[in-house]
């Protein structure tokens, strides 16, 4: 075998179409673009026009609105925070809070709070600050012996105190 012996499979490469170069080619005229008009024409497209029937977008329902006001929390799950402890990026003296998990490795991000929710099991004893908490985690950290604080939404920079 030799390096000029070397070449692709047969049919894995297409020569691109050469449109506008003649009728023999057979996209010569029109290029494949039909007859005049709108259409034919390069940039100009009516996106979702119907043919002068009222449109699907227009057609049905507008639904539901974005709360401006939503805070998004980042959520951690019990076994997450286990497999932190066994692997020693937590430590179960200090508190685990956002600021902790981020440090850790954990999260990546605070976002607008914590979140913990119930997901795995907790063998290890922790104290755990965060904003929000399912029940099925508070019980499962109290189980363990640890205690969980559910602290008051973060607030923004210029809120009303």
Do not use: C, W
Request: hydrophobic share 35%; charged share 30%; glycine share 16%.
């Amino acid at each position: 075998m030799k390096l000029s012996d070397i070449a692709d499979n047969a049919g894995s490469r297409k020569k691109r179409m050469r449109v506008g170069r003649g009728i023999g080619s057979g996209k010569g005229k029109q290029s494949g673009r039909g007859g005049k008009g709108q259409t034919a024409r390069s940039g100009v497209r009516i996106k979702g026009f119907e043919g002068g029937q009222m449109p699907m977008h227009r057609r049905l329902p507008k639904r539901g609105f974005n709360n401006i006001f939503r805070v998004e929390y980042a959520e951690i799950n019990l076994d997450r925070l286990q497999d932190a402890v066994d692997a020693k990026k937590l430590d179960t003296g200090s508190v685990v809070n956002v600021e902790a998990l981020v440090k850790a490795g954990v999260l990546r991000r605070a976002k607008g709070g914590l979140r913990l929710l119930g997901r795995g099991e907790l063998k290890a004893k922790l104290n755990i600050e965060v904003h929000g908490a399912s029940k099925t985690a508070v019980e499962a950290v109290e189980k363990a012996g640890g205690s969980v604080k559910i602290l008051a939404p973060a607030k923004e920079e210029g809120e009303a105190a």
